[in-house]
């Protein structure tokens, strides 16, 4: 299938010189590039939002495939559709579809479904499309369309995604195609941005959220926005950046009723400092038979009390795991020194991991939401939830989204091995997510 452009002529130029033109003088080609997970990037017409999008854009290291993320517009087709065999067509030329990824995400989401008519007659992806072709003209992209729902989905489908992006061990960035307050003052407008801009720099997808909600945040960037930041966290993003900011009024110079434009990059700029946290602990005691003093500063996820498990990997292997339940310490960082040394030398089903072995470690830290009890079975999902058995004082936990864990009987079946509870003995259910931190 071939789609044809719909808003060339309206949201941007429909001659291909004139396009390239506007573009140019919206993007820096000067600008230092950077390895990122996704972006966002406004989709309003080129003349009101085109500096922010040229910003945002110019930063990032392109990749093969890019995965481009609209809010449906139009309310046509499935709710969460996508395309995944095809071309677009731009001023510019045509970009393929990469239907091996976009096949991929259907196969592993159970929200995501094939559906052309959402993109017919949709702006959202297609206006994104021109900026990527300005630099290269070799890209692939997936197009996907979200229809409001609850934030519960748009998470959902932001993990599925980083799924199917490490199963086929793909260069991929993302971008969520959103823009921010429309048609408030500019004071109200700048006020509700900052807040919505602020979870986001913090990588909260349910801050965002909360706020987007409570606040009356006209955004249609947030299903977009929540998703990339549920896919980047799973992908290792460790910080955001606010490249640029503005609003409509910066070009009309009506500042009475505008649109807010915001382009925020996402990175993975190593290690978490929750892993980091664990590697340095593993490393002293291993080394030196003693723990380190917790950071002098804590990030705002070390001053939470959480109950957390710290996975130790060797080549791919795991080398060690255990965490608490519940909270122990006075707060995470605790957590996870304690659980650290723990999972290195007390893990029953492993000997204390030798010096010689430090180099081929990789950690990663979940941080577990309080648990809550569930009726059966059915409200339980072992690609979301981990899951907590409970028979008398005995019990059983398993994270979530463990590879080869696909199903919630084996993940039961599991936990009762763990906490010594019989096939047939009655249990209490809990479940919980985690956020977890590479």
């Not at 992806?125 to 229809?147: G, M």
Request: net charge negative; proline share 6%.
């Amino acid at each position: 299938m071939i789609r044809n452009p719909v808003a060339a002529g309206r949201y941007y130029p429909g001659s291909a010189s004139q396009l390239r033109e506007m573009i140019e003088m919206f993007v820096d080609e000067s600008a230092e590039k950077e390895e990122v997970i996704g972006l966002l990037m406004p989709h309003a017409g080129y003349p009101y939002s085109g500096s922010v999008a040229g910003a945002a854009i110019s930063r990032v290291e392109f990749k093969d495939t890019f995965i481009i993320i609209g809010p449906s517009h139009t309310g046509m087709g499935k709710p969460f559709s996508i395309m995944t065999g095809g071309v677009w067509q731009t001023p510019l030329g045509e970009v393929e579809i990469d239907s091996e990824l976009a096949g991929k995400i259907v196969e592993v989401s159970k929200y995501v479904q094939e559906d052309e008519r959402a993109h017919q007659h949709e702006h959202a992806v297609e206006v994104q499309i021109p900026f990527l072709q300005y630099f290269r003209s070799d890209i692939k992209i997936v197009p996907i369309v979200l229809a409001y729902a609850p934030a519960t989905a748009y998470k959902e489908i932001g993990r599925d995604i980083a799924r199917a992006i490490k199963e086929l061990n793909r260069g991929v960035v993302i971008i969520a195609s959103g823009d921010m307050t429309h048609y408030e003052p500019q004071a109200s407008a700048e006020e509700k941005d900052s807040q919505a801009i602020e979870a986001m720099l913090n990588l909260d997808e349910d801050e965002l959220t909360h706020r987007y909600e409570e606040l009356d945040i006209s955004m249609c960037a947030h299903g977009p926005a929540v998703c990339l930041i549920s896919a980047a966290k799973e992908l290792g993003a460790t910080g955001a950046e606010l490249v640029k900011y503005q609003t409509s009024g910066d070009t009309t110079g009506d500042y009475d009723a505008v649109v807010g434009y915001a382009g925020i990059i996402f990175r993975a700029a190593g290690m978490h400092p929750l892993a980091a946290l664990a590697k340095e602990t593993v490393e002293t005691y291993v080394r030196e038979g003693k723990a380190p003093s917790p950071p002098a500063d804590l990030t705002p996820e070390m001053k939470e009390r959480a109950g957390v498990f710290v996975s130790i990997h060797k080549l791919g292997a795991l080398r060690g795991c255990i965490g608490t339940f519940e909270p122990q310490q006075a707060n995470v960082a605790g957590e996870v020194i304690t659980n650290a040394i723990s999972s290195a030398t007390r893990d029953p089903r492993f000997s204390p991991i030798a010096p010689e072995e430090l180099k081929d470690l990789d950690y990663s830290v979940d941080v577990l939401t309080e648990p809550e009890p569930v009726a059966d079975e059915s409200q339980l999902d072992p690609k979301k939830y981990g899951v907590i058995v409970e028979a008398g004082w005995r019990r059983g936990l398993l994270l979530p989204d463990l590879e080869g864990v696909d199903s919630v009987d084996y993940q039961i079946d599991i936990c009762r091995q763990k906490g010594g509870i019989e096939a047939d003995e009655s249990v209490e259910l809990y479940r919980f997510e985690v956020k977890r931190y590479k």
